[in-house]
């Protein structure tokens, strides 16, 4: 167990009352642990306690290293796990569980009268995982120089005649390459006007002189995620293109050259939103401007007008603003930002400013 993690999701479970949690989420399991299991529909869940007395249940089929920090309770597919995780659970106490645990396990612990009562308790934890200690910021830096590189690899790819799917395709290999095999979310690449289209990943698209190329993209290193966006054109770029991209730039910029300790996300979003709105593209940014990230891609707390909460040290999150002009061009600029103790560290180094390429 890592145990000043363990220590700290405690202290909130103490805060909020409470003296037991189930938590079945897989990346808090591997937060807490380190042991990453995929469960699939079979029950996984850890049960910690203020007085020390930890428990994960575990399906006789996973395979798990010796010193989990937990005692293991085995069950096998034939056993119903609520009701082995129940003997441990004390009945008379609320329990509290993440937002992830499967309605049907909930249900069923219950229907057996498991606890007292039952309280979504994921902030106790979602709070901790926001803040990376000094291992997590070390993977987080080296998930993104993988990114930063790939990225730099990927565009040399860029050929006339090509598909976006066609240039997609390319990138599990190229991360392979640096030893992340997984992707943190399928890469998104647009060209020209499906470039302005929300959730765009990527189509049959032939690229065409003085498209947009928009590319998001991220991999999986040692458990670790990275996520990135850059926006170059093709050949050549029309000077109303050009006022979009320099925009959207300079609203990345200032979000992230006011980031430190104290500032409140929202205000964040808000920087960023009003220079896109001052340049008359308002209503073209029609997302969030960040997410927090880390063992997942999409955390806990995100940089938007309604998250009034500050900023802290160790919080690693993206400033992605865009702008999307419907069958036209889509830009979007995201880095993954670190705040440390008196401002902020850029986690990607790749250039953003504009580039017209082939
Ligand atoms: N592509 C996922 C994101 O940027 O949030
Ligand atoms: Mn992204
Ligand atoms: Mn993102």
Excluded at 302 to 327: A, C, L
Aim: contains cysteine; negative net charge; proline residues 2%.
């Amino acid at each position: 167990m890592k145990t000043e993690r363990l220590y700290n999701v405690i202290a909130k479970l103490k805060e909020n009352g409470v003296s037991q949690m189930l938590i079945s989420d897989p990346a808090s399991i591997f937060y807490l642990t380190g042991k990453t299991i995929d469960p699939g529909e079979r029950f996984f869940a850890l049960l910690i306690k203020v007085n020390g007395d930890n428990k994960i249940f575990i399906n006789s089929l996973f395979t798990v290293p010796e010193d989990l920090g937990a005692d293991k309770v085995w069950f096998c597919d034939d056993n119903d796990p609520c009701e082995i995780a129940s003997e441990f659970i004390d009945g008379d106490k609320t329990l509290g569980v993440d937002k992830n645990l499967p309605a049907r396990f909930l249900l069923r612990l219950m229907e057996l009268g498991s606890a007292s009562d039952y309280k979504n308790t994921s902030v106790c934890i979602d709070t901790v995982r926001a803040c990376k200690d000094n291992e997590e910021i070390a993977l987080m830096r080296e998930a993104s120089r993988v990114n930063d590189e790939a990225m730099g690899e990927l565009i040399t790819r860029i050929k006339a005649g090509m598909t976006e799917r066609e240039l997609a395709s390319q990138l599990k290999d190229i991360y392979a390459s640096s030893g992340a095999y997984e992707y943190s979310f399928d890469p998104l690449v647009g060209f020209g006007e499906c470039a302005a289209v929300g959730h765009y990943e990527a189509g049959n698209t032939v690229l065409c002189e003085g498209d947009c190329i928009l590319i998001d993209m991220g991999c999986i290193k040692d458990g670790y995620c990275s996520d990135m966006t850059r926006t170059f054109f093709y050949k050549n770029v029309s000077d109303q293109h050009k006022k979009v991209y320099e925009t959207v730039l300079k609203a990345q910029k200032a979000a992230e050259s006011m980031i430190k300790p104290g500032v409140r996300f929202c205000d964040i979003d808000k920087t960023a939103r009003d220079i896109i709105k001052q340049a008359g593209y308002g209503d073209k940014f029609n997302h969030r401007l960040g997410h927090s990230i880390g063992i997942e891609c999409h955390e806990y707390g995100d940089v938007s007008s309604v998250n009034e909460n500050v900023v802290k040290e160790g919080m690693i999150f993206s400033i992605e603003p865009g702008i999307y002009i419907e069958g036209d061009v889509g830009v979007r600029i995201e880095d993954l930002v670190l705040v440390t103790n008196d401002g902020v560290e850029i986690l990607n180094h790749f250039d953003k400013e504009l580039k017209v390429i082939g």
